[in-house]
Structure formats: structure tokens, C-alpha cells
């Protein structure tokens, strides 16, 4: 148990639609990082959160969102979604910014776009 | 463009051999190379290697970094079939994005 908490573990929803992924940070962490792994793109980076501030995106779409609360959780938003959205999202936590922090992952969300 | 790249894809053994697993990387401002653990579930942490050189030891698995060759190697000795899982290789740039190769597939035989 890594100490990342995301909620859902499942979400099934059609096309079109918005959905919401909820990640909670390690105790004490400050940095909250969003990945996408889908079969046949690996993992995939998708935006970094350190205290409340944006620090860097990947390979996020617009139809993407994310936000980190001053809670320090952190909110994933697909908007949108189409068929190639259905993937693992894993998100991720470490203690600083500094690039060289070890990152903790989550048990994932299954998101499945119908 | 930074990438890594992982190698092999696959890889079967039996129990009690040694394995190696390699990964090279192509980045304009290196922080760090780390190597994760997948079985089903997230990947876990293994090793954060940030100097050349130095080798970083758990148990039966082994990592060093050569900076100056932009590459990392991953060892295992005395497989056993827990060691079964996708392993993969990551960096982090400058820029603070962390890019992940695809992974080796290792796969121990009883």
C-alpha cells in the first residue's frame, strides 16, 4: 500500500460525457502527478500539481482538466470522452518538486468509455 | 525529443537465473532515472538513480546509471517467480516531466 488513494476504482460511462477522478496524496506530500495507460500507448504523462500550482503538463488533451485543492488532493476532468479515453489512470505523489523525488503511485482508476 | 527506450520487450527465464534488463534515454536536462516494478496493479518504486556510477542494491535486484553513456541496467539474480511483472524505466527532465519507457516483460519459470 503505497499510501495513494484514488477514488473511483471503476467507472463505466458513454461517450460524450464528463467524469470526475479524485486522487489523495501520500501524508505530507506536496506534488500530485496525473498518468493515462492505455494498452497500446504505455504510460503516459499527463500534468504535474506541487502545492496547488500547476508545474507541468504532458500529453493532455483539452478535453482534459485537473485541479489540486489546498487539501492537497486532486481532481482529474474528462470531458467529452470518446472510445480511445477507456484506459487506467494512475496518479501519483511525491514529497517535492525537485525532479528527482521518488513517485508513488495509486491503484488506478478503470475508466471504460461505452 | 527525450525519450527512453527498454530492452529487451520480453523476456522468459527459469527460476534461479540472472537477468538483465537495459534502458537507454535521450533527454536535453537530466534529473533522474528510476525503475518501477508493474505487476497488475501501479507500478511500485524500485530505485531513483541520479549519479553515475554508483550501484543502488535491494535484495536480488541491483541498478547503476551511466550518464556519460545515457544508459541504465536493471539486474536480477536467483529469479523467482514472484520477480514475474512488467519493469519499467523512467527519467525526469527539466522540464519536470517524467517519461516512461514501455517496459520489459519478464516472465519466471518454475
Known amino acids: 500500500d503505497s499510501g495513494v488513494t484514488q477514488t473511483p476504482k471503476h467507472l463505466i460511462t458513454a461517450t460524450g460525457q464528463r467524469v470526475t477522478l479524485r486522487c489523495s496524496p501520500r501524508s505530507g506530500d506536496l506534488s500530485v502527478y496525473w498518468y493515462q495507460q492505455s494498452l497500446d500507448q504505455g504510460l503516459q504523462f499527463l500534468i504535474q500539481y506541487y502545492n496547488g500550482e500547476e508545474r507541468a503538463k504532458g500529453n493532455i488533451l483539452e478535453r482534459f482538466s485537473a485541479q489540486q485543492f489546498p487539501d492537497l488532493h486532486s481532481e482529474l476532468n474528462l470531458s467529452s470522452l470518446e472510445l480511445g479515453d477507456s484506459a487506467l489512470y494512475f496518479c501519483?505523489?511525491?514529497?517535492?518538486?525537485?525532479?528527482?523525488?521518488?513517485?508513488?503511485f495509486g491503484p488506478g482508476t478503470r475508466l471504460t468509455v461505452l | 525529443e527525450d525519450k527512453v527506450v527498454q530492452s529487451p520487450l520480453s523476456l522468459v527465464v527459469h527460476e534461479g537465473d540472472t537477468v538483465t534488463l537495459n534502458c537507454s534515454y535521450e533527454?536535453?536536462?537530466?534529473?533522474?532515472l528510476l525503475w518501477y516494478k508493474q505487476e497488475k496493479k501501479a507500478p511500485t518504486f524500485l530505485f531513483m538513480l541520479t549519479s553515475s556510477g554508483i550501484e543502488k542494491k535491494s535484495g536480488r535486484l541491483s541498478s547503476i546509471l551511466d550518464k556519460k553513456e545515457l544508459f541504465s541496467i536493471l539486474n536480477i539474480t536467483a529469479t523467482q517467480t514472484g520477480d514475474s511483472a512488467v519493469y519499467l524505466c523512467a527519467f525526469s527532465s527539466g522540464t519536470y516531466k517524467y517519461i516512461f519507457g514501455t517496459g520489459t516483460r519478464l516472465k519466471v519459470l518454475a
Open positions: 533527454v536535453t536536462n537530466f534529473r533522474s
Open positions: 501519483a505523489s511525491s514529497a517535492w518538486d525537485s525532479g528527482a523525488d521518488t513517485q508513488y
